[in-house]
Every structure is written in structure tokens, then in C-alpha cells.
């Protein structure tokens, strides 16, 4: 008894000790490297978002090491969980750890308004690719991430009225019901459709409903969608709930216009809800996949997996920092000040820079639709 | 089972401290405070966490941790009843902190009365009634009882709904101690303070009368019942002063946090912290601080395996558990507790 | 408020009673266990999220069914549906005696520390959900429709679907055999002896670690059965959605009354409608806070749930 509780304690031990000393020893590398940080969900229920967004931006560091031999670049792979608690306890690491010059990301806006104190007092630069929430860019918030905090994604008051618009676009007398998934995302994307809605001509708003983002049986809310003679249905969650509501709404017999944010706008939609997903209208910035086939042919050869959600916002935003190392902007201010004022071309086309709230300077969703199991760009929602 | 032959820590422990005289105990217990409070100074050594800044780590998960387990321990250690909706007076005493705070200009300390009071209030609103159940049926009624409280947080709009309350301030610096956001050396004996105070309470309760009373709760209610022993007035009291510390810790831990939502609040905060109890060595307060020291730190230290981390959290629970089922450091007395039938009985 | 009650009372009932008895298989898991240890199965619900996967490996990876093609029919969709059902229960069964031997079996023989045996069963869901999660890459996974969900007749307004009625009918099912052989079968009245009285029946010659892997076996088959049930309605399963699944049972578990089969029932059945009612009425935001205050109002009034007592003799 006595011995074997030593035994185990002691390879317990022994074997954290060894994995420890190995995760420091390969930290101190050579000198000519330098740092960049990935911010976002990478473990628990939301990590295939960080994961993809993960995956493009080492993307970016391949490519941009193929390209300039001389220069290394080290990624460190901040695990927030997406969860602010989380967040809160990496964050001051991060924001003391000075060789780390850029963050892309957080990923989700809670971990961001949790993170931001300590990357402000850090002078750290981050550019997220998908914290959406208005709040980050609005000087009025308490929540104002100025001057370190930089977006390449549109916020949710510019989704909500094109989400709107492209989700009643010729349908008659649209009645739509609004459900969303009660995720700090969902809910205030929600309200933004709910006012959008108010400027497009005919359409009302017929019902609402809140639906956990752990739920599956969607009975009850397709009950309401009926009894309220809804004929467009705008869902503002994540794409793996919406695949399995579609599946069931058009199990029930109803042929309303089925309408998602950029939560659903994921190949994996189309992939999860098959047939169902036909003639989904999805708002969203054009992927890896859109930008053109070959692009996406190298990444999944180089990366061994699809590119998947923000792939174009996180590879855009890590060859921004990449640039600014290339530039010669290695230290945390001279990285922030290039960040801020930085004007480039991004992958898909798009001009990316940054206006002084730190929002993306032009930047705008497009439309796209379910067509044979693929998402099809319809062009810009004007 | 011979204890001798036991490798048993906490028995060295106790034969130390009973074979010292008044000045060796006072000498002991304060080389032990120093060494705990120049802990967030040993951030370079190999205790220092990869990624999270180590003496951020030290005050949560790590010193929010210990105080809650101790919380918790009042109840599930001390009084035995099974409380799986702890982290409900946690986020009690954080939304306190949080609304009082940026709507009312008080600051943490002056806040941090009314978050104890709104818990313990809320403990007894939830003991009045539920307490009569046992056993498991108490488990998941106060399962639930966690599980509605993050639910109307979430649904309401007076707590922000998901978007969760930013800009909680800081506590006020104390004299020369200045809390700062890149340097959490004063948090963290903010915390030590607080976990000694909450051990000196249950120490001086466990050798009085609520203390016995629990002890009877814990080992046969009935029994407990029929000598007279107002068992349910006790179990409220235990369930408010467990709540009392939760509320407590809820109030540094927003104020530390900067930044509270729902999604905080989950359900894996209540077992994670029973796990801290049970694991540590129910009942013993000093198990308990173990416990909840290395289920709170180990998870940040094993960041560089980011994938498998909580894969391996999960393994070492079950490893320990079914090695030291009494926990890392168990508790004295070590009468075996017949709880085995008499939920239906 | 109520008049999407109202207006679609039918068919919301339809589908309260058909997730209902997907709780019901698996609070079975959940209360076969609790009767004979008297012991929360923290791990039920990733035994039942292992057995979704069952499931949706036999229709993709062994049948090959991708998305886009068309759903089986005839013999073949028997078949099929047979084999995905086996495959399920299967891989939850094992799942659950893989539990029982790593979290609880030691901890048993060492003599009852039942927060012991907790914790370790709650480290064991954690591992199973992980292990799950690296598996799939964290990715929810869908499962290809195999089972055309046809609208077989309309009645008071509601679709009355085929998948629907095969769950309803097949849980139901299996529901009743395992009834029967707790009732009837040899190892059944051995359950049942140990849940009575352990000593007693280890006394009687009863082998006690033989009846409690077969209870945690049994068990774990209906968790199983429901997790082919939940594919097969909702075609998609994820590593963590064994945790709401599984909170859902066991409430449907401790309002029957725990450790009781036919409380079991009862309680699935009335979560299900419960929550489904709670979601038309109030909105879906609120059906947890509803089900709990209903359950802690049920537990007041009758502290051990519905159907606690007087069924002592049919008591798993």
C-alpha cells in the first residue's frame, strides 16, 4: 500500500517535472527569433474556433518564413477557452511577457474585455479576428480597447441590418422571427438584426426566442415559428446548432426562408445539415475558400486540414504583425504604432488598416447562399 | 489498518504540533505565513507557470480556490451534506461586487459586507427548505439552485445579460500596498489574509458547539436528532457560513477580475471545488488547502501540454481518488462514516 | 403566452414524449446504478455521449452513408438501424463496465467512501469527454440520414414523423425488456437482492462484483439504446453533449424518484413534456430554471421524488 501511493505520487511527479523542464528548455531559443501570440478558445466546448483560426495563422508564419529565411518566428498559443475567467488569469502573463510583440486575437469579445487591462498597461497590439461586440471599438464603452485593441472584422451593428436586408431580400411581407443561442455573441446580434429590420420596408417582426446553446430538440421553437406564420427565420448563433434546427424545420414541413449570422457561416453548416442547408442565406466575409480555390488547395497542403471559420481575418492579421518584424517594428511600440497605422492589401483583395477606434478601416459582409451543399458568394449586401 | 505504517503525513504533522510548547507553535505558525506570503516571490523557480503569469495564477485559480474549498468544506467536510451549486454564492458575491461597484462608488472593502450578507441571505433562503432532503436529493436541488441563479444572471437585463459587467474597480491600495494589474503580489496576501481568517473561524467553531453539532450531522443525522441537536437550525448555519465565504471570495475575485459574465458561473466551478475538497482530504482543513492548491495550480502549470490538460486533470483525479480515497492529507478522525443506505431506508 | 401551447399542443407533445424517452434510457443508466450503490453515476452522461458516436461510426464509416445520399429503405434500413443500435449499446455498455473497473471497483472494495467514489467518477467524465474531444478534433459531428423522417399521417395538427414513432415505440421496447429482466431473470432478482440489502445477499451467495458490473452493464446498454435514439432524431452529436443530455436524465431519474425503474420512466416522460411545455410558455431561456423549480416543489412535497415509495419491492 505504502509503496505503491509513493510509486505513483512519485511518477506523477517526476513526469510533470520532466514535461515541464522540456517545455523550458525548447522556450529559450536562439536570439534571432521573435514572438507573436495566438488569443483564443484552443481547449473546451469552443475550441474548434480557435483551433481554425489557429491553423491560418501558423499558415501565415509558414509562408512568411519560406519567404525570409533569416527571420524565425516563435507562436505562442495563449488558451483562453474563450471563457473570461480563463482569460483573466493569462492574460497578466502575457501582458509582462515582453517578447511577445503582437497578439492575433482574443477570439471571443468576453475574453477580450477580461484580457484588455493587462495588454493595455503592456502596450500589446491585438488584432482579432472575430470579437464582434460593438462595445470594443466604442469610445463611449468602459469597455473601449483603444489604443491596443484592433479588429479585421466587422462589428455586429454593421452585420445586424445586412444580416436583416439579405435574410428578406424578395420576400414579400416578410414575417421573421429572431431566435438567438443566449451566447454573449448571439444576443446582442439579435438585437441588431431586431433594429435593422426596422429600415427594410414591409418586413415585421412576428416572434422571438432565446435557446441555450447546448440544446438540440428544437420542437419548442419551431412550434412558435409556426404559430407565429413566420416565413423568414433569422438564427444568430454558432453553425452546428443552426445545422441541427434546419434539419428539424424542414422535417417539420415549414418552407421558411432560413437566414444566419457570420456564426453560421461555416462550410461545416452546409456539411452538418445536408440537404436541409439548400437555399440558407448566410452573412459573412469571404473565406479562404472563397478567395479562390487555389489558395485553399495550398493551405490544406501545407496545413493537412481544411481552412475553416476567420481564416482570412487571422492570416490577414498575423502578416500584419509579420510585416511589422520584417519592418524592423520589434518592440511592443513600435509594433503598436505600426499596427495602427498600417495600410496593406489582404489576402482576398481587401484593404485592410484601421481607423482610431481600431476598427477595420473599409470592410463589409457579403451575401452568401446555399447552393448544392457549398456556400455561394451573392456579392456584397447593399 | 495500522496507522503507523500509513504514510501519513498529516499524523507527522499533528505529532509535531502537539509535541510543541505555546512559543514553538506561534514559531511554526509564522515561518509558515512567511513562506505562504513570499510565495508570489519564488515566480522564477521551477514553480513558474508557462503562459499565465505565475503570481496571477497564485491568486486565482490557486488562492480563490483554497478560500472556497474551505467554504465548501464547512458544509460538505464538516456537516456532511453534498452541495453541488457552490459557485451560486460565488456569483452572488461577484455580482455584487460588480453592480455596487460601478453603479454606486463604494469601493471593494466597503462592498465586500454587502456581498457576504446577500449570500448568506441567499444560503438561507435555499437551506429553509431544502435542507430537510438528503443525501443526493440535497445534491441536486442545490445542483439546480446553482443552475437558476447563473440562469437569471444570464436572462436578466438589470445584470447585463451575457455580455457580463466590465470595469469592475480595483480595491483601494492599503497604505503602501498598491494593487496593481502587472504585479498581483498584494492580491495575493489580500487572499492569504482572508484564508487565515476564514481557518481561525472554523477552528474556533469546530471546537464549539456547532462544531459537535455537525460532527453528530455528519456521522448519523437521526441519531444527532434524537439527542437533541437542533439538526436543521445547524445545517442552515453551516450552509450560511459556507455561502458567507463563497460571497466573500466572489467579491475579491470580481474585483480582481476586472470583468464578470454568466458563463463564469458554471456548474464545473461547484465540482471542481468539491474535487478540491474531497481530493485534499475532506474535513481537514489543511487537506483542503492541499487539495484545492494543486487542483488550482496544476492545470496552469501543465499548459505547455495544452491539449491533453484537462485529460490529464481528469486522470489524476481518479488516480488519486482511488489510491487515497480519504485524500491527500485525510482528516484525524478517522471513524468510518455509515452513509452507505440511508438515502431510502 | 400560451397561445403557441395552444395552437400547437399536439405536436409539441409528440416530441416532449419522444425526447422523454431518450431520458428515460438514459436515467435507467443512472438509476440501476444509484439502486444497487446508492451512488450518483457522474459518468452516465459521457457513457451516453460514447454511445452517440456508436452510432454515427456504424451509419458513416461502416455503412458508408455520406450527407447527400439517399436514405435506406426496406430490409436495408432494418438492417442498418439494428446494427447502428447494437454498435451503440455496445460501445456504451463496455464504456460503462470500463467505468466501473477503473473509477469505482477499488474504491468498492477498500469499503464506501462515497465522495471518494464521486470525485473519481466525475475525473473519469472528464477524461472520457476529453479523449472524445481530441478524437473529433472538438468538432461536432453530424451524423448522415439514414432513416427517411417521413410524416406518416397528421393528426389534431401535428405531424405525427416516423422517427418519431420508432423511438417512441422501440424505448418503450427496450424499456419493458429490461423491466422484465430486473423482475424476472435470475441476475434481475440478484440486482435487486443487493440493492435491498448487500449484506444480506452476499450472504445468500450473490456475487456481488458480478452483479455490479452487469447493473453498471445493463445500465449502460439502455444509456447506449439512447444514444442511438438521440442520432437518430437529431443526427449530430458533439463531445460535450453529454453533459446536458446527462443532467437531464438524472433530474428525470430524482424526479421518479431514484434508484426506482418505473420512476425512471415516469420521470423521463415528464421532463421531456415538462420541458418542452416550459419552452412554448415561457421561453426556451427559461426551461431549466422551470424543470429545477419543479423539482425542488416535487422533492418538498414528496422528498423522494414521484414515485419513491411504495415501490420498494420492484426497486432496481
Known amino acids: 500500500m505504502n509503496k505503491k501511493i509513493k510509486q505513483s505520487l512519485a511518477i506523477v511527479t517526476a513526469a510533470a517535472l520532466a514535461f515541464g523542464l522540456a517545455s523550458v528548455s525548447s522556450a529559450s531559443a536562439a536570439a534571432k527569433t521573435y514572438t507573436i501570440g495566438y488569443q483564443g478558445p484552443l481547449s473546451g466546448g469552443e475550441a474548434s474556433t480557435g483551433i481554425d483560426e489557429q491553423n491560418a495563422v501558423k499558415y501565415a508564419i509558414k509562408l512568411f518564413m519560406a519567404k525570409n529565411p533569416t527571420i524565425k518566428i516563435k507562436l505562442v498559443s495563449i488558451d483562453d477557452q474563450g471563457d473570461p475567467a480563463v482569460a483573466g488569469t493569462v492574460a497578466p502573463g502575457i501582458g509582462t511577457n515582453k517578447s511577445i510583440l503582437g497578439i492575433v486575437g482574443p477570439a471571443y469579445s468576453g475574453a477580450t474585455i477580461a484580457s484588455l487591462p493587462y495588454y493595455k498597461a503592456g502596450g500589446l497590439a491585438l488584432i482579432s479576428p472575430s470579437a464582434t461586440r460593438v462595445s470594443l471599438t466604442d469610445p463611449a ?53 431586431t433594429s435593422g429590420l426596422k429600415s427594410v420596408s414591409g418586413a415585421s417582426l412576428v416572434g422571438t426566442d432565446s435557446v441555450p446553446n447546448t440544446t438540440t430538440d428544437f420542437s419548442p421553437t419551431i412550434a412558435k415559428i409556426k404559430t407565429s406564420g413566420a416565413n423568414v427565420v433569422i438564427y444568430t448563433g454558432y453553425y452546428s446548432q443552426a445545422a441541427v434546427f434546419i434539419k428539424q424545420l424542414r422535417d417539420s414541413g415549414s418552407t421558411a426562408v432560413f437566414a444566419g449570422g457570420d456564426g453560421v457561416f461555416n462550410a461545416q453548416f452546409a456539411v452538418l445539415a445536408g440537404a436541409s442547408a439548400e437555399g440558407s442565406r448566410l452573412t459573412g466575409v469571404a473565406g479562404l475558400a472563397d478567395v479562390g480555390a487555389k489558395v485553399e488547395a495550398a493551405f490544406k497542403k501545407s496545413m493537412g486540414v481544411s481552412s475553416g471559420v476567420y481564416a482570412v481575418e487571422a492570416f490577414d492579421g498575423a502578416n500584419i504583425f509579420l510585416n511589422g518584424i520584417k519592418a524592423g517594428k520589434t518592440t511592443r511600440a513600435a509594433m503598436l504604432k505600426w499596427v495602427n497605422s498600417y495600410k496593406g492589401k489582404g489576402i482576398g483583395g481587401a484593404t485592410l488598416g484601421f481607423d482610431k477606434n481600431g476598427d477595420i478601416a473599409v470592410g463589409g459582409f457579403s451575401g452568401f447562399t446555399v447552393t448544392k451543399g457549398l456556400l455561394k458568394n451573392t456579392g456584397p449586401v447593399k | 489498518m495500522k496507522i503507523r505504517n500509513y504514510w501519513n503525513l498529516r499524523d ?54 483554497v478560500l472556497m474549498a474551505l467554504g465548501l468544506n464547512i458544509v460538505v467536510g464538516k456537516s456532511g ?71 437569471v444572471v444570464l436572462n436578466s437585463t438589470w445584470s447585463k445579460g451575457p455580455n457580463g459587467i466590465a470595469n469592475v474597480p480595483m480595491p483601494p491600495d492599503i497604505g503602501p500596498l498598491k494593487f496593481k494589474l502587472d504585479d ?14 476564514t481557518i481561525w473561524m472554523i477552528r474556533r467553531l469546530s471546537v464549539r458547539r456547532p462544531g459537535r453539532a455537525w460532527e453528530a450531522i455528519r456521522q448519523d443525522e437521526d441519531a444527532a436528532e434524537l439527542m437533541g441537536v437542533p439538526t436543521l437550525k445547524y445545517k442552515i448555519w453551516s450552509f450560511t457560513l459556507g455561502a458567507a465565504v463563497g460571497g466573500a471570495a466572489g467579491v475579491l475575485y470580481a474585483s480582481k477580475n476586472l470583468f464578470i459574465a454568466p458563463e463564469m458561473f458554471t456548474l464545473n466551478v461547484s465540482i471542481l471545488i468539491l474535487s478540491c475538497v474531497v481530493f485534499g482530504g475532506i474535513g481537514n482543513i489543511w487537506g483542503v488547502v492541499v487539495g484545492a492548491t494543486i487542483l488550482g495550480y496544476l492545470p496552469d502549470r501543465i499548459r505547455f501540454i495544452s491539449d491533453a490538460r484537462m485529460l490529464v486533470f481528469g486522470t489524476v483525479l481518479v488516480v488519486v481518488m482511488n489510491f487515497r480515497p480519504d485524500g491527500l492529507l485525510p482528516r484525524k478522525k478517522r471513524e468510518k462514516v455509515i452513509v452507505k443506505k440511508e438515502v431510502v431506508a | 403566452m400560451f397561445k403557441v401551447l395552444i ?89 460503462a463496465v470500463f467505468v466501473e473497473f477503473v473509477a469505482y471497483r477499488r474504491l468498492r472494495a477498500k469499503g464506501t467512501n462515497r465522495l ?12 472520457l469527454s476529453e479523449v472524445m474531444r481530441l478524437l473529433t478534433a472538438s468538432r461536432p459531428v453530424g451524423s448522415p440520414r439514414v432513416l427517411e423522417k417521413l410524416i406518416l399521417t ?5 405531424n405525427i414523423r416516423l422517427d418519431t414513432v420508432i423511438t417512441i415505440i422501440a424505448a418503450a421496447i427496450i424499456f419493458f425488456i429490461l423491466e422484465r429482466f430486473i423482475k424476472l431473470s435470475r441476475m434481475g432478482k440478484a440486482i435487486r437482492a443487493v440493492s435491498m440489502n448487500e449484506d444480506a445477499a452476499k450472504l445468500m451467495g450473490v456475487n456481488l462484483n458480478r452483479v455490479i458490473t452487469t447493473t453498471f452493464l445493463v445500465g449502460g446498454l439502455a444509456t447506449g439504446a439512447a444514444g442511438f435514439f438521440y442520432v437518430t432524431v437529431f443526427e449530430y452529436t458533439k463531445f460535450n453533449i453529454g453533459f446536458t443530455m446527462g443532467m437531464a436524465a438524472f433530474t428525470a431519474a430524482v424526479l421518479g424518484g431514484i434508484g426506482n425503474i418505473r420512476g425512471a420512466f415516469f420521470g423521463g416522460v415528464s421532463l421531456g413534456l415538462l420541458e418542452v411545455y416550459a419552452s412554448a410558455v415561457l421561453g426556451t431561456q427559461w426551461k431549466a430554471v422551470t424543470v429545477f423549480i419543479v423539482l425542488v416543489l416535487v422533492l418538498l412535497f414528496k422528498p423522494n421524488g414521484l414515485f419513491g415509495e411504495a415501490v420498494q419491492t420492484t426497486r432496481a
Open chain 2, 12 to 65: 507527522w504533522g499533528a505529532s509535531v504540533w502537539e509535541g510543541a510548547n505555546r512559543t514553538k507553535r506561534v514559531a511554526i505558525a509564522l515561518t509558515a505565513i512567511v513562506l505562504v506570503a513570499l510565495l508570489p516571490f519564488a515566480g522564477a523557480s521551477f514553480l513558474a507557470t508557462p503562459i499565465a503569469s505565475y503570481d496571477a495564477v497564485l491568486v486565482y485559480p490557486v488562492g480563490i480556490f
Open chain 1, 141 to 193: 464603452s468602459p469597455d473601449f480597447g483603444s489604443p491596443v485593441f484592433h479588429r479585421n472584422v466587422a462589428t455586429d451593428d454593421k452585420q445586424g441590418p445586412a444580416l436583416a436586408k439579405y435574410a428578406t431580400k424578395g420576400v414579400s411581407n416578410a414575417k421573421v422571427f429572431i431566435f438567438d443561442d443566449q451566447s454573449a455573441y448571439a444576443v446582442p446580434l439579435a438585437g441588431y438584426v
Open chain 3, 7 to 95: 395552437d400547437q399542443f399536439w405536436s409539441l407533445t409528440i416530441s416532449g414524449v419522444a425526447l422523454g424517452f431518450i431520458y428515460v434510457l438514459i436515467s435507467l443508466g443512472y438509476t440501476m446504478v444509484y439502486g444497487v450503490l446508492r451512488m450518483i453515476n457522474f459518468a452516465n452522461s459521457e457513457i451516453f455521449m460514447w454511445g452517440t458516436f456508436g452510432t454515427v461510426v456504424t451509419n458513416r464509416d461502416l455503412f458508408h452513408y455520406t450527407q447527400l445520399s439517399e436514405p435506406a429503405k426496406g430490409f436495408k434500413l432494418v438492417f442498418v438501424l439494428l446494427s447502428a443500435l447494437l454498435v451503440s449499446m455496445a460501445i456504451a455498455g463496455i464504456t
Open chain 2, 81 to 151: 451534506m453534498l452541495d453541488l451549486g457552490y459557485v451560486a454564492f460565488f456569483a452572488i458575491g461577484a455580482y455584487t461586487m460588480a453592480l455596487m461597484g460601478t453603479h454606486t462608488g463604494l469601493n471593494t472593502w466597503e462592498i465586500m459586507p454587502f456581498g457576504i450578507a446577500f449570500a448568506m441571505i441567499a444560503g438561507v433562503l435555499l437551506g429553509l427548505p431544502t435542507l430537510r432532503l438528503r443525501g443526493d436529493y440535497l445534491a441536486i436541488v442545490t445542483l439546480g439552485f446553482g443552475e437558476i441563479v447563473r440562469l
Open chain 3, 154 to 158: 397528421e393528426v389534431w395538427g401535428a
Open chain 2, 184 to 197: 498581483q503580489k498584494v492580491f495575493f496576501w489580500v487572499v492569504v489574509i482572508m484564508i487565515l481568517l
Open chain 3, 116 to 127: 471518494a467514489t464521486l470525485i473519481s467518477a466525475i475525473g473519469i467524465s472528464i477524461a
